[in-house]
């Protein structure tokens, strides 16, 4: 470890304060500190924002779900309307960590948490989205567990969020507050895929922190389920998954949202799978004819090409597992 400086601000303002001066935040604490003892993080210092007032869940004021960005990961899956009304959610969180991570890390820390690449975790390796423009060691090494949709010459690493994926699915939004004040934007523009800049992860801007995230109002009906494929049953992270969300009411899909997790360099939704659902009935066959498209576009690297015949029958099983055997 090395020298670094801690402040823990009395409330927001301070909090913003400090984030503008280049103060870098933290709450559960679960994936930086463990960066910064391997030295992939040199922040200077830590702003602790865990005693700020970012921890309710409760109805949104348009309807649908706020769920504050320091809500912890294990209070999150146990709250009685996330697991009534959004299963996909609470199963997704469960599946994410050990117990004693899950009542420290916060819904903001997951999905601001870094990727699993062992080479970005290796400061002696080459690593795009470590150091811009150093190389990508994983390209070239072994790359069992890396991405095969939305990859670049730069970076083939995977987004590691279980929930994130399960958000995706719901078309969540994340609400943020820095020094220009508040906005939002939709999970899918906050996170970005490499491109030519795999350093830069999200649309964050300098000193805004994540107050919150937002599932929209969805219909009653609703049915959503997440399934997580590893190596190992726990403390493992995904080869692949699936978040489904169902609306079928008179025994027809209304609305078909499906994102996987594992293979995309973000949280990946699944639209050509979706485009099959909508409007059809539901049936094993059509759940087959579905998840048989779920890899389209899909670029595998040396050591991953079985994650695509894998992400199908991911999709198939959960399409099932929601949607019903018929
Ligand atoms: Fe770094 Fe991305 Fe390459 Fe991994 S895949 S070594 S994170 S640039």
Redesign the pocket.
Known sequence: MYPFAYTKPADTRAALAAGARGGRYIAGGTTLVDLMRETVERPGTLVDISGLPLRDVQAAARGGLRIGALARMSDVAAHPRVRTAYPVVSQALELSASAQLRNMATIGGNIMQR?R?T??RDVT??????QRGSG????EGYNRS?AILGTSE????THPSDLAVALAALDATVHLLGPDGERSLALAEFLLP?GDT?DREHDLRPGELITGVEIPPHPQSLRSGYLKVRDRQSYEFALTSAAVVLNITGDVIRDARVAAGGVGTVPWRLTAVERRLAGARPSDQLWAQAAAVAADGARALRHNGFKAELLKRTVERQLRAVGGTR
């Not at 990508?136 to 390209?139: G, K, P, V």
């Not at 730069?154 to 690493?157: E, N």
């Open positions: 990727t690449c080479y970005f390796a080459a690593c795009n989205k470590r990508c060691a994983a390209l890396h730069a970076c083939v690493a490499p795999p």
